[in-house]
């Protein structure tokens, strides 16, 4: 799960990071009368909350949201009402939401910060080494993205332990890293062990501030704030879980949350039904191996019932960059029978016009094989992973 910026902000906080003042506001005269509030005198930041990196250099669809992009500076109180007003209701598209970009429902209205210095600073898993790591980078422009791209040795890499506390040779590590002043140390301590505990405490798998920002007391400040959470832990977080915000997701996505299935999109042009994150993974590994990709994929889990998964493969079979189906079920809770009856339920309702594949290695499967048999859809069946990917390339090829 993602949070917006003044969220993540306001959770930052109790772990002791500082942020400037800030604000959401909903409409243009309730922007203007939260800029008070949080600066007698200015200047503001406006900030278009949803939930994607590169804000600053987006655009809106609209045009008259004007040429800026979803950050903006004012420095008068009735050009915050103004601005304000250009951005809600419109479309931000930026680099990471795609073209389709994504509706301004509200406006962070924060005081304006004047720092001397600014640097990127995150905390991820290393999937490969199963570490927690800390990442910190002298990004003047805050584009992490092309300093990964192309000068990856200029980002510190940093394993952390599990116990929420960075050691003082770490922190001085980060600070000569940095080329920060000396006053700033106690300050450092203060984000990086803030930072720390908060991934461990939320069970986070994504915390960045791009920038933090120096002051010139030597203070650090989280200008922005970014955290991802992992799902699957938000029953240990009721106060968190209740931060999440849908209006972000695309239909597609809503409806496979409704049935509790995980749904992602991609550019390639086969549709992956699974029963698992690790098969997805590997089905799509598999995919580009052979020169395709996936245009999406849900994951069906375990536990459902056909009135579900009827719903979860409709999402597949109503998506129009999907040229051919690959359903690959392997053990797990959920029954093979279950799986085919929601495959006659969604072509019944939603029609089958493109290659469907299937691989059933579980509960039911004979009978499963049985029922789709009998229903004279046409379904293709393969015994293993890599032949069912193999049939399914060459029936799209076939359909050109």
């Known amino acids: 799960m993602n949070i917006h910026e003044y969220q993540a902000k306001n959770v930052l906080k109790h772990f002791g990071i500082s942020v400037p003042n800030g604000k959401i506001a909903y409409t243009p005269k309730e922007a203007s009368a939260v800029a008070v509030e949080v600066s007698s005198h200015g200047p503001w930041v406006l900030k278009a909350q949803i939930q994607s ?44 939401t795609g073209p389709k970009g994504k509706v301004v429902n509200k406006i962070y209205v924060e005081a304006f910060q004047k720092v001397k210095k600014s640097f990127y600073l995150g905390l991820t898993i290393d999937r490969i080494t199963s570490e927690l790591v800390l990442l910190a980078a002298n990004v003047p422009d805050g584009n992490i993205i092309e300093k990964a791209i192309n000068n990856p040795d200029e980002i510190l890499h940093l394993s952390l332990n599990t116990l929420g506390t960075t050691s003082q040779q770490q922190i001085q590590h980060i600070m000569k890293f940095l080329k920060l002043p000396k006053r700033t140390l106690p300050h450092l301590e203060q984000l990086v062990n803030g930072l720390h505990k908060a991934f461990l405490g939320l069970d986070a798998t994504m915390i960045e501030i791009n920038p933090v920002g120096v002051t010139s007391s030597g203070e650090l400040l989280a200008l922005d704030a970014k ?100 359903l690959n079920i392997l053990g797990g809770f959920v029954r093979c029978n279950l799986i085919a009856d929601g495959i006659i339920a969604a072509a019944a309702e939603a029609g089958l016009n493109v290659p469907m594949v299937i691989r059933f290695e579980g509960t039911n499967k004979d009978m499963a094989h049985e029922i789709l048999n009998n229903s004279h859809l046409p379904v293709i069946w393969a015994d293993t992973q890599e032949e069912a990917v193999d049939k399914l390339l060459k029936e799209m090829e076939a359909a050109v």
């Open 53 to 96: 990196g590169a804000r600053q250099s987006g655009f809106f669809l609209e045009k008259s949201a004007g040429v800026a992009g979803g950050i903006r500076l004012v420095k008068n109180r009735r050009a915050v009402a103004s601005e304000t007003e250009k951005m809600l209701g419109n479309t931000l598209v930026t680099i990471q």
């Open 227 to 326: 955290i991802s959470l992992d799902d699957n832990a938000l029953f240990r977080h009721p106060d968190i879980a209740t931060l999440r915000d849908d209006s972000d997701l695309d239909e597609r996505k809503l409806q496979a949350r409704r049935y509790k299935f995980t749904y992602h999109d991609f550019s390639g042009s086969v549709g992956c039904i699974v029963n698992g994150d690790g098969l997805a993974l590997s089905t799509m590994d598999l995919l580009k191996e052979k020169g395709s990709g996936a245009a999406c994929f849900i994951n069906v889990k375990g536990g459902v019932d056909k009135d579900k998964i009827a719903n979860g493969i409709k999402i597949i079979m109503t998506n129009p960059r999907v040229e051919g189906i690959l």
